[in-house]
């Protein structure tokens, strides 16, 4: 996971961003998805590199009405 840790850094903070848009708080969208808020803010750790399934990040992209792709652009460069 180590060599993929930029790619989880920018999904997390992608997640956070696009949830804070939306107005909803870590256990919000965590309720929504049916995921712990715990497991959700491992998700959004930039420090953090911690596997998940990809159905969780369709379920993410799903309730933030963002296209899945977004989650995986690099908003800085």
Do not use: C
Not at 26 to 47: D, G
């Amino acid at each position: 996971m180590e060599k993929h840790y930029d790619k989880y850094r920018i999904l997390g903070l992608n997640v956070a961003y696009y949830r804070k848009m939306k107005g909803f708080t870590q256990q919000q969208l965590a309720e929504k998805i049916f995921i712990s808020k715990n497991h959700l803010s491992r998700i959004e750790a930039p420090k953090a590199v911690k596997s998940f399934s990809i159905d969780v990040i369709f379920e993410i992209s799903a309730a933030l009405e963002v296209d899945v792709a977004k989650l995986f652009v690099n908003r800085d460069a």
